[in-house]
């Protein structure tokens, strides 16, 4: 079975990816900080009939992040899907003027660094298989810096400059990497489809090669 690892699962949309995957065959592995809510999540879901494990991990500590992939790999089966989308801590959004050099370095390690260790633990058997796909979530400041969400107007664009890069790098060896930007909270947004459609817009940037970026919505019509 086919791997999707959920860096950042919770029961709003790491949940409706879990099951959106889930539907498709694939086998899951959800990673975020606390093992006894992602056990409640795995329960839930295996109930449901999939094949779902959780594995505590904290993303701004790079052994225990690794660590948590490869113990997924190893009894999942290798990752060919990984999703990067761990909530920001509110402490990310205060204003510029509040910024200090710990926040911004703890931010980018929460974002871009995180990134960057979870893609080198699972892109050697991507490309050793010449398929697979690294999907990110950000939201509006990955586009458009704001003063009042500082410590996310660094790391954010920070993640997707690394992402672009890997996009443009792994193109011609059937590595997808994408990115969707959803500029306000999902709930808030009032969608059509609600959180089951955004699902069905990260399955369609795995099944589907596209352009690196995609905008959930107008950058102008969020409410972040």
């Known amino acids: 079975m086919p791997v999707i690892a959920i860096i950042g699962a919770g029961p709003g949309l790491g949940a409706a990816v879990a099951r959106r995957f889930g539907r498709e065959g694939f086998s899951i592995a959800l990673i975020s900080r606390n093992q006894s809510k992602l056990d409640s999540m795995a329960a839930e ?3 449901a009939g999939f094949t779902v494990s959780g594995y505590a991990a904290d993303v701004r500590v790079p052994a225990a992040l690794e660590d948590a992939l490869a113990r997924a790999a190893a ?3 290798p990752i060919n899907t990984l999703q990067y989308s761990p909530l920001p801590s509110r402490d990310y959004l205060k204003p510029v003027l509040e910024m200090t050099p710990e926040l911004a370095l703890e931010a980018l390690q ?3 660094l995180g990134l960057i260790h979870a893609v080198r ?4 058997a991507m490309r050793q298989a010449g398929s697979g796909s690294i999907i990110m979530i950000n939201g509006g400041t990955s586009v458009k810096a704001r003063a009042d969400f500082a410590g996310t107007s660094v790391a954010f664009p920070a993640e997707s400059a690394y ?7 792994l193109e011609g060896e059937g590595v997808r990497v994408s990115q969707l930007v959803i500029p306000g909270g999902i709930p808030q947004l009032q969608l059509d489809n609600g959180i089951d459609g955004v699902a069905d817009r990260i399955w369609d940037l795995h099944a589907v090669a596209g352009p690196f970026r995609t905008m959930l919505i107008p950058l102008e019509d969020g409410r972040e």
């Open 163 to 169: 992402g672009e890069m890997l996009h443009d790098a």
């Open 45 to 47: 879901l295996t109930a």
């Open 110 to 112: 929460f974002s871009a």
């Open 121 to 124: 633990t699972v892109l050697p």
């Open 75 to 77: 009894e999942l089966g």
